[in-house]
């Protein structure tokens, strides 16, 4: 069976910097592509990065964490990892790991992921 556990989420001060791990297992994720989300109070789920399995090709989707925010992938770990700098209050929330498959030459999208982590909080204080 797929499982998806989140780890490092915490308490951090604005400017500063945490990474979050997600050690995937169950099965081979070769055609699997990885991503980050994130719900904040009072707010919908938001992709915030993504990444395929097999190739690393990724992308940041959302505008508020682009050069702030890098997903990265460890094959032999089976580990994908979310480094977040440079936090700001509103990147509070619940962060979730999540996978779907995808084929496609395209980026890693934003939807339609069926496998999902617990999540790891993240508290920003000012």
């Known amino acids: 069976q797929v499982q998806l556990v989140e780890s490092g989420g915490g308490l951090v001060q604005a400017g500063g910097s945490l990474r979050l791990s997600c050690a995937a297992s169950?099965?081979?994720?070769?055609?699997?592509?990885m991503g980050w989300f994130r719900r904040a109070p009072g707010k919908e789920r938001e992709f915030v990065a993504g990444i395929k399995w097999r190739s690393g090709e990724s992308t940041v989707d959302a505008d508020s964490v682009k050069g702030r925010f890098t997903i990265s992938r460890d094959n032999a770990k089976n580990t994908v990892y979310l480094q977040m700098n440079s936090l700001k209050p509103e990147d509070t929330a619940v962060y979730y790991c999540?996978?779907?498959?995808?084929?496609?030459?395209?980026?890693?999208?934003?939807?339609?992921?069926?496998?999902w982590g617990q999540g790891t909080q993240v508290t920003v204080s000012s």
């Open positions: 999540a996978a779907r498959t995808y084929y496609g030459l395209g980026p890693p999208p934003r939807y339609e992921y069926n496998y």
């Open positions: 169950g099965r081979s994720f070769s055609g699997y592509v």
